[in-house]
């Protein structure tokens, strides 16, 4: 197999049309095993538009690449990688598992990097994938690539200080890498380092190092200041954009719950599915469905919840989709059904660290609570707590924090229960725009009553009902909260 470089393919005198056409869009020639040019140009533009954080778009070149060279192991991967950022996961897993079927034919480092994404995406072994992201690393310390795998890996596990070193290393070994900028501000936005997430943001503008994944940091930053301006203006920016537009309406469908303005909310998930349907990513209008199901179990509209989490986790295999959709069932006592999917979901994914030790921990905790067993959920949660300040998985928000903050409540352990909810309280970076984050308030009242501490009690249902200040009427919890806080006063 000839694995052509940059010297070869600048010297080729028939590539001259090609030539100019990369250079046109300013597209660096990277070194790939294939035996077809057109086919390396392909991938170049592809791997080029991917760099902007333009997943969708680089789709098409890494497909005809693809076309060209049936063979082309690290097309393949590519094309796996790029469908895992747009949430169809099933078909980065065909994509990545065909790559690495292929992998005898590459070259050592191209192996290294179809080995780490097949262990990040596909399997989901964190451990293994971190292994050779470090054996990349240090084979090859000039490339941007490792850092950037480690970046997505250690926010995806809640190790957020190294998130943040592993995506300024990104920047630093190669500052045109568009997307890390985004990445950049998030990895600050996790950590509550608002200050320097604006900075970051900032900084991006003005070199013009625009990208959805700086757009939608720049929504959840304005959120966390409470700049509805803000919000609203990358939510215009992103209106008519196809791939992209449905990722703002249901960021607005998550605001929206988390105001418990709950029609809107719905509205505004109807529409996101709607249009990742148009875009053709139907495991990404799954998850929304899914995500919606959470919405609703836990605003305790339990009807509302099975009917979108039924069907939403027969639609995908998309973990983060069908993590929402059994928990969303769990939350709404449907237990016989939750713990059945639970059972299936660890068989189909038992190397996965975030399915073994922060969903499932998560979902059994909450059957067990269904079922009157508060110690148990809270013994199920401990394989959790390394993870539960993971933050990439949009799914998260610190789930297994809530759960496990409710459950002492119900084993009547309620300093712990404070301790967990306040957690969450002051992790505003990572909950950002979920019902969690307000819903902590209530529940952080809840326990303040309990232990008869009725000062601080007010004060947290004061902050409930503050934010919820705008919320539809007719929401059973803030009917529920609102008698509880005048309890208070009698």
């Known amino acids: 197999m000839r694995r052509w470089t940059r010297r070869q393919f600048s010297y080729a005198k028939d590539l001259a049309k090609s030539l100019n056409s990369v250079q046109r869009f300013d597209t660096p020639l990277p070194e790939a095993t294939t035996p077809s040019l057109d086919a390396l140009q392909a991938y170049a533009l592809g791997r080029a538009t991917s760099i902007r954080g333009e997943f969708a778009a680089s789709i098409p070149f890494l497909q005809r690449s693809i076309s060209l060279d049936p063979n082309f192991a690290m097309a393949y991967a590519a094309l796996g990688s790029e469908y895992e950022f ?116 900032q900084q991006a503008l003005e070199k013009r190092f625009d990208s959805f994944l700086l757009r939608i940091q720049l929504y959840r930053l304005a959120f966390l200041d409470h700049d509805a301006a803000g919000m609203e203006n990358q939510v215009k920016w992103a209106r008519g954009k196809p791939g992209i537009e449905d990722e703002f309406l249901q960021v607005e469908a998550d605001t929206a719950a988390y105001f418990a303005e709950v029609k809107k909310s719905r509205e505004f998930l109807r529409q996101a599915v709607a249009s990742a349907i148009q875009a053709q990513k139907k495991e990404k209008a799954a998850v929304f469905e899914a995500r919606g199901a959470l919405r609703e179990a836990l605003f305790g509209n339990m009807e509302e919840a099975r009917l979108l989490a039924i069907p939403a986790s027969g639609r995908s295999d998309n973990r983060e989709a069908q993590y929402s959709a059994v928990l969303a069932l769990a939350l709404a006592g449907d237990t016989v059904r939750a713990q059945l999917l639970a059972n299936d979901f660890a068989k189909r994914y038992p190397e996965d660290t975030i399915v073994q030790f922060n969903y499932l921990p998560t979902i059994r905790a909450q059957i067990a609570l269904n079922r009157g067993n508060p110690s148990e959920a809270i013994d199920n949660l401990q394989a959790a707590v390394p993870y539960e300040l993971g933050a990439i998985t949009v799914a998260l928000y610190m789930c297994p924090v809530y759960v496990r903050a409710n459950a002492y409540l119900a084993a009547h352990q309620v300093a712990q229960a404070v301790g967990e909810f306040q957690k969450i309280i002051d992790h505003r970076g990572i909950v950002r725009n979920h019902i969690v984050g307000a819903l902590a308030h209530l529940q952080l009242a809840r326990a303040y009553t309990i232990i008869g501490d009725k000062s601080r009690a007010k004060s947290a249902y004061q902050d409930f009902l503050n934010l919820w200040k705008d919320a539809d009427s007719d929401v059973p919890l803030l009917k529920q909260a609102k008698a509880e806080y005048a309890n208070l006063h009698l």
């Open 86 to 201: 747009l949430d169809e996961t099933t078909l980065a897993g065909e994509y990545v598992r065909r790559a690495y079927d292929l992998r005898a034919r590459v070259t050592e480092l191209e192996k290294l990097e179809i080995e780490s994404t097949y262990y990040h995406y596909v399997t989901g072994d964190m451990e293994k994938a971190r292994q050779v992201y470090e054996l990349e690393a240090q084979t090859y310390p000039r490339s941007a690539r490792p850092p950037g795998g480690l970046w997505l890996l250690y926010a995806q596990i809640g190790q957020l200080d190294k998130a943040l070193a592993q995506i300024r290393e990104v920047i630093w070994l190669d500052p045109t890498v568009v997307a890390a900028y985004g990445n950049l501000v998030s990895a600050y936005t996790y950590l509550d380092r608002l200050d320097e997430a604006r900075a970051a943001a």
